[in-house]
């Protein structure tokens, strides 16, 4: 496939040739009314070249808003692109295809789709991007608006499939916990799709997450779980730390010695103390006051 780059077009100022062009019409109209005045059939030698060359020039003028372009095409070449705003002449036989160069928005549908772990899931997203090479927009693609449209899509399930809905491990990413890393890794992932159209991703956001409906209900006894039993791995670990330091403190400064059974019972005690749901009730051992 041939690939084509943006150059800059040729063009001048409309308003010196549309001074010419009123001059033009002025010119033939004269003629005309010579014509008829004098009814000389051998002046049609002027008025008619006249007439057509003012009918000819008249397709080159055209004007470029702010924030577009226009991509001229002179019997199916490229010429160049014209993206100042303004009012210009150029070949009057050149096609003047117009491009946005503005931000777009391109909301997508929730997608249902399988996250890493397989579970359905719907999601949708928000692509905000721009054109910034005109001429491979233009030629490049067929439809350089249909192509995002359907580009984003793919890569916003190809994105999904490759994180988990949710993790509770702070080394793994998921489309939930890590809305920062998600949204880099998709316009990375859409911008590689699309740089081939000449488009510029500014920004990609997730816009919508959710399980989907079948498996919602069980997903969220299951993230319920999930949470329960990272909560209570957390609690577990500080509290065997908790208890290290107790031992070490008492071992460092002389406070008492401790065998290995109640060290036993003080780790016993301690752990259920600290990991319990419920307030403990402390129990005061009395039976060595009267050894």
Known sequence: MQTVVEKSGSKISGYPMLAFHIGLFLFTFYWLVKMIHYEDPGMLLVFIPCLVLAFVLFGGFFVVQPNEARVLVLFGRYV?????SGFFFTNPFTTKKHVSLRIHNFNSEKIKV?????NP?????????RVV????ATFDVENYEQFVAIQSETAIR??????PYDSHEDDKASLRGNPQEIAESLQKQVQTRLEVAGVEI???RISHLAYAQEIAQAMLRRQQAQA???ARKKIVEGAVGMVQDALKMLADNHIVELDEDKKATMVNNLMVALVSESEAQPVINTGTLYQ
């Open 158 to 163: 190809a994105m999904a499939s490759e994180y």
């Open 133 to 136: 090479d005109s001429a491979r």
């Open 114 to 118: 399988n996250d890493l772990h397989g």
């Open 228 to 230: 329960i039993i990272a």
């Open 121 to 129: 899931i719907e999601i949708g997203a928000v692509i905000v991007w």
């Open 202 to 204: 500014i920004e990609a």
């Open 80 to 84: 160049g692109t014209v993206r100042e």
